[in-house]
């Protein structure tokens, strides 16, 4: 039980960082398209019709791509003025606490956003531009981002009661 536990640890970091690295990949990649289009904008005075509605969905996708690669590096806001010794019961207990706030919040936006998703989906719904992409595209972006964070702040709860601090990256016990 306790291998099957580390392989779910495991296997939810990697995923963060598969993901992690996709959304730089993608932001990255706006930023070549919007200077592509504000080259053929002011210099060859020729406008795309596309550069405006992909790098929108490049940055909604890049964003909660990155939601779980954040966490799992504690690069988000942490204020840990009381508990400073990862092996203090109390500071176990607020970490995993945070993580349960954390999964409660996003199993609702998962919850919501496959809804709103399916509704279009079902419908057909597209975006209000020439290109008319599915909405569906824009829209799972939501589900998929938060249910990755979901699983992967079950693994940091794991992580804060079975590994030892000396096993973890430098960066998750640095705030």
Same mark, same amino acid.
């Given at each position: 039980?306790?291998?099957?536990?580390?392989?779910?640890?495991?296997?939810?970091?990697?995923?963060?960082?598969?993901?992690?690295?996709?959304?730089?990949?993608?932001?990255?990649?706006?930023?070549?398209i919007?200077?592509?289009?504000?080259?053929?904008?002011?210099?060859?005075?020729?406008?795309?019709?596309?550069?405006?509605?992909?790098?929108?969905?490049?940055?909604?996708?890049?964003?909660?791509?990155?939601?779980?690669?954040?966490?799992?590096?504690?690069a988000?806001?942490?204020?840990?003025?009381?508990?400073?010794?990862?092996?203090?019961?109390?500071?176990?207990?607020?970490?995993? =606490?945070?993580?349960?706030? *954390?999964?409660f919040?996003?199993? $609702?936006?998962?919850?919501?956003? +496959?809804?709103?998703?399916? /509704?279009?989906?079902?419908?057909?719904?597209?975006?209000?531009?020439?290109l008319?992409v599915?909405?569906? =595209?824009?829209?799972?972006? *939501?589900?998929?981002?938060?249910? $990755?964070?979901?699983?992967?702040? +079950?693994?940091e709860?794991? /992580?804060?009661w079975?590994?030892?601090?000396?096993?973890?990256?430098?960066?998750?016990?640095?705030?």
């Open positions: 039980m306790a291998s099957l536990i580390q392989s779910y640890v495991r296997v939810m970091d990697q995923v963060s960082e598969v993901t992690g690295k996709i959304a730089a990949w993608m932001f990255f990649t706006t930023g070549i919007v200077s592509f289009e504000v080259f053929m904008r002011y210099v060859l005075n020729s406008p795309t019709i596309w550069v405006d509605e992909v790098s929108r969905i490049f940055q909604v996708w890049a964003a909660y791509l990155a939601i779980a690669y954040v966490l799992k590096h504690k988000h806001i942490i204020i840990d003025i009381t508990f400073r010794n990862p092996n203090a019961l109390n500071r176990k207990l607020a970490d995993s =606490f945070a993580m349960l706030v *954390i999964i919040f996003c199993l $609702i936006t998962v919850n919501y956003g +496959l809804i709103i998703w399916w /509704k279009s989906t079902l419908a057909g719904h597209t975006t209000d531009s020439y008319a599915p909405k569906v =595209f824009v829209q799972s972006a *939501i589900w998929v981002g938060f249910g $990755i964070m979901a699983l992967q702040s +079950l693994a709860i794991i /992580k804060i079975t590994w030892d601090p000396q096993d973890l990256p430098k960066q998750t016990l640095v705030h």
